[in-house]
T-cell receptor
Framework: GAVVSQHPSWVICKSGTSVKIECRSLDFQATTMFWYRQFPKQSLMLMATSNEGSKATYEQGVEKDKFLINHASLTLSTLTVTSAHPEDSSFYIC??????????????FGPGTRLTVL | RKEVEQDPGPFNVPEGATVAFNCTYSNSASQSFFWYRQDCRKEPKLLMSVYSSGNEDGRFTAQLNRASQYISLLIRDSKLSDSATYLCVVNGGGFQKLVFGTGTRLLVSP
């Protein structure tokens, strides 16, 4: 099946620093990648939809200047959490749609990145 | 009202039991439906898509009722390894977007 990787798998940083998370589709091309956030005991919440070569579409309430998304190629999207604060501590998960099977809306998920901001 | 609603559980069942989870969704325009499984501190993994006619995959059976906007998942002969959180997922608000329920936690005991 389609494989999506994320790096790093976990990160601890000081308040005020920026953190970059990478999401890669390893064996397929993905024109669309999605970024989610999951707080403890809550569901995955979509943050933004990232389309290759164009600006990301952010969900209501998600600050685009704080969560910078770049989708420069068909296999890589990055999420940068700028000036991170403790309330940004969460599990960040990306997903990607395979061009070949995009008709069924299935998304393949990366293993997630656990961010802890001190 | 949440777009996708699930009973959070937990459902505590013994091995071998049959257990059913339900889910309701609010967007009548939704076209794709899934059940995902999520283990603690891991990413969600697709368990099965849900088709209008209902579908089965081994011990797992999914049903969709479009009129009632209701999806179900039945697990027969529960195994210890079935212990996880089961997420009801629906596409909504546009062709690509998936909306996740909060999940139903299942604990299967020996």
């Amino acid at each position: 099946g389609a494989v999506v990787s994320q790096h790093p798998s976990w990160v601890i940083c000081k308040s005020g620093t920026s953190v970059k998370i990478e999401c890669r589709s390893l064996d397929f091309q993905a024109t669309t990648m999605f970024w989610y956030r999951q707080f403890p005991k809550q569901s995955l919440m979509l943050m933004a939809t990232s389309n290759e070569g164009s600006k990301a579409t952010y969900e209501q309430g998600v600050e685009k200047d704080k969560f910078l998304i770049n989708h420069a190629s068909l296999t890589l999207s990055t999420l940068t959490v700028t000036s991170a604060h403790p309330e940004d501590s969460s599990f960040y998960i990306c997903s990607a749609r395979d061009l070949r099977t995009s008709g069924n809306n299935e998304q393949f998920f990366g293993p997630g990145t656990r961010l802890t901001v001190l | 009202r949440k777009e996708v609603e699930q009973d959070p559980g937990p459902f505590n069942v013994p091995e071998g039991a049959t257990v059913a989870f339900n889910c309701t969704y609010s967007n009548s325009a939704s076209q794709s439906f899934f059940w995902y499984r999520q283990d603690c501190r891991k990413e969600p993994k697709l368990l099965m898509s849900v088709y209008s006619s209902g579908n089965e995959d081994g011990r797992f059976t999914a049903q969709l009722n479009r009129a009632s906007q209701y999806i179900s998942l039945l697990i027969r002969d529960s195994k210890l390894s079935d212990s996880a959180t089961y997420l009801c997922v629906v596409n909504g608000g546009g062709f690509q977007k998936l909306v996740f329920g909060t999940g139903t936690r299942l604990l299967v005991s020996p």
